[in-house]
Structures are given as structure tokens and as C-alpha cells.
Nanobody, 120 residues
Framework: QVQVVESGGGLVQAGGSLRLSCVAS????????MSWYRQAPGKQRELVAT???????NYVDSVKGRFAISRDNAKNTMYLQMNSLKPEDTAVYLC??????????????WGQGTQVTVSS
């Protein structure tokens, strides 16, 4: 099994910053990609940023220039640095990890989510 755990959420004022962390552990042959999603009340779950292993990082337009993701491959850890936060960024942020768990076997796993609240 694979466990995915996020941390780092909280309450900040508009213009502030937060750094989220996502750690994947368990039976992992390799990680194919790690991604951040968010879901606000009444809104559809949205892909915020994704970082394929060996690929190009992509961001949703609304966070470009403000958010940055990075990975520590040795620790199976991904970070989301969020700067210049806006109230519209308020959401539960979830980590998704696409994992190769064996030869020819890949699965995706979700973390429990961490709440980010931005006040005006």
C-alpha cells in the first residue's frame, strides 16, 4: 500500500504565503508524477499544478507566477510554495501521486487534504 500525507495548510491574510508538503510512502517502485489539486465549496475539483517525473511542470493559469512546485525525489516529497495568496485560493488542497507499484502496474493515490483559507 501507498500512503500520501499533506501538511502545511492554514489561515493567512491576502498577500501572504504558505508552503504545502506532500509525502508519499509505502511500496513504491517509482513515482510517475505528483500533482496538487484543490476543491472549494460548490466548485469542481481543479488541477493546480503537476510535476511528471522527468517532465515539464504545469500550472493552472490562475496561479502562474504565484505558486511553485518542487520535488525531493530521494524523499518522495513534493512541495507547493504559495505566494501572493488571494481569497479565491481558499480550498482544500489535495496531493495526488501516480505510482508504479510493480512492473506494468501503476496506481494513483490521494492524500487526505489540507485546508488553505485566505482572508481579505
Amino acid at each position: 500500500q501507498v500512503q500520501v500525507v499533506e501538511s502545511g495548510g492554514g489561515l493567512v491574510q491576502a498577500g501572504g504565503s504558505l508552503r504545502l508538503s506532500c509525502v508519499a510512502s509505502g511500496t513504491i517502485f517509482s513515482i510517475k508524477s505528483m500533482s496538487w489539486y484543490r476543491q472549494a465549496p460548490g466548485k469542481q475539483r481543479e488541477l493546480v499544478a503537476t510535476m511528471p517525473t522527468g517532465g515539464t511542470t504545469n500550472y493552472v493559469d490562475s496561479v502562474k507566477g504565484r505558486f511553485a512546485i518542487s520535488r525531493d525525489n530521494a524523499k518522495n516529497t513534493m512541495y507547493l510554495q504559495m505566494n501572493s495568496l488571494k481569497p479565491e485560493d481558499t480550498a482544500v488542497y489535495l496531493c495526488n501521486v501516480e505510482v508504479q507499484v510493480g512492473f506494468g502496474i501503476a496506481r494513483t493515490y490521494w492524500g487526505q487534504g489540507t485546508q488553505v483559507t485566505v482572508s481579505s
